[in-house]
């Protein structure tokens, strides 16, 4: 359709630009928003109703990545699919021992934001997912060629558990404190940001002293430290699906690793006090569903449940899920020209959050891909 001939979709009804900002009805004209009624409307315009959000974001998310280790091509294709469906137009892939940059060139796609691998060392984390490093001091130059290969971000494992220690195993940090500021320098340097995986309480001094911009799941992070987070403009996806498994985790370890498994259980019997020491600090929270490895992909409404459970806002919730994270990642919402990314829903998620899980139509980049008879 050619810019003369009329939009392609009307969507009316509320349509959510932000907080608090609201507008009746916005125009789709060759994948473009436009908040401007146009002079003619082409007899092909398709009309949309309900409550419109800009498109879903899962900021931890693993596109290329099984239980197993890298997964083939048809399967990523099945992963993305399952987040496009359930309203995610915009991952930030949080490590991927797979080359998915093919999914970027996908117009039925979301939009992915790739961080490269995840960058651990040998036997401190899990098999087959991330670039092992037999040396610590080779983060640096590996952090330089994670961010030279993804698209401004890169992942590192701060802590993981150190079986060496025996009975008295437990998690700890992988890096030296020196290396961990050489390496989060490196990235600054590349013009990426670095987010970092960190259960324990141990690691997130580290993390804050070498400037991290991101930390993952964070369930070591004490009130005192939320606050000193906010203050740096840290920002934290507390991944409470990931969270969840932590007791299946402790009891794997019972008996070999006693110590390990009575700090797990710990942090998932603190988790919703957590996340809401989090959010009183004023700490931005990012919504991510750690998709792939043992968690299915398409599951943004179970985790934007988890967080309402935990005693956040609704409102909140889908601000963090929606408008917020894209504004946080440099990919903006439903302005004038911008990209028609969008999800359709038959009430109001702000007021019921339960409501994500059922989108009436998802528009990307100006068609419906899903819901609405796609």
């Not at 998310?61 to 890298?70: K, N, R, T, W």
Request: with cysteine; charged share 25%; glycine share 10%.
């Amino acid at each position: 359709m050619s810019a003369n001939e009329g939009p392609s979709l009307h969507v009316q009804g509320h349509v959510l630009l932000g907080h608090d900002h609201e507008v009746g009805e916005v125009w789709v004209r060759d994948g473009r928003v436009s908040l401007t009624r146009p002079s003619a409307q082409g007899s092909s315009m398709r009309r949309l109703d309900g409550w419109v959000l800009p498109g879903l974001v899962d900021v931890h998310c693993h596109v290329g990545l099984g239980a197993d280790g890298p997964v083939d091509d048809a399967t990523a294709e099945a992963q993305a699919t399952a987040d496009r469906d359930a309203g995610v137009l915009l991952i930030r892939d949080a490590g991927s021992p797979r080359d998915t940059r093919w999914i970027q060139a996908r117009a039925d796609m979301p939009r992915l934001i790739r961080a490269g691998r995840h960058l651990a060392r040998p036997k401190r984390y899990l098999r087959h997912y991330g670039l092992e490093l037999d040396d610590p001091e080779q983060l640096p130059e590996a952090v330089r060629t994670q961010a030279r290969a993804g698209d401004g971000w890169v992942k590192l494992v701060g802590d993981w558990i150190d079986r060496s220690a025996g009975g008295e195993a437990d998690l700890a940090p992988l890096w030296p404190q020196d290396v961990l500021d050489a390496a989060v320098a490196a990235a600054h340097a590349e013009a990426a940001r670095v987010t970092v995986h960190a259960f324990s309480d141990e690691v997130v001094p580290m993390l804050l002293a070498a400037g991290v911009d991101c930390i993952e799941h964070g369930t070591g992070i004490d009130p005192g430290t939320a606050v000193e987070i906010s203050d740096r403009g840290v920002a934290v996806t507390p991944t409470l699906l990931q969270i969840a498994q932590f007791e299946t985790f402790a009891a794997q370890a019972d008996g070999k690793f006693p110590r390990f498994a009575s700090r797990m259980r710990r942090l998932h019997a603190r988790r919703y006090e957590q996340v809401r020491d989090l959010y009183d600090a004023g700490v931005q929270l990012l919504v991510g569903t750690d998709a792939g490895g043992t968690i299915d992909h398409g599951r943004i409404a179970d985790e934007c449940s988890e967080l309402v459970a935990a005693g956040l806002p609704a409102r909140d919730v889908v601000a963090a899920a929606s408008w917020e994270s894209r504004e946080y990642l440099g990919c903006g919402g439903l302005v004038e020209g911008a990209s028609a990314d969008f999800v359709v829903y038959p009430a109001d998620p702000r007021e019921d959050i339960e409501v994500l899980r059922h989108p009436s139509a998802v528009v990307l980049r100006g068609k419906v891909v899903a819901g609405a008879r796609a």
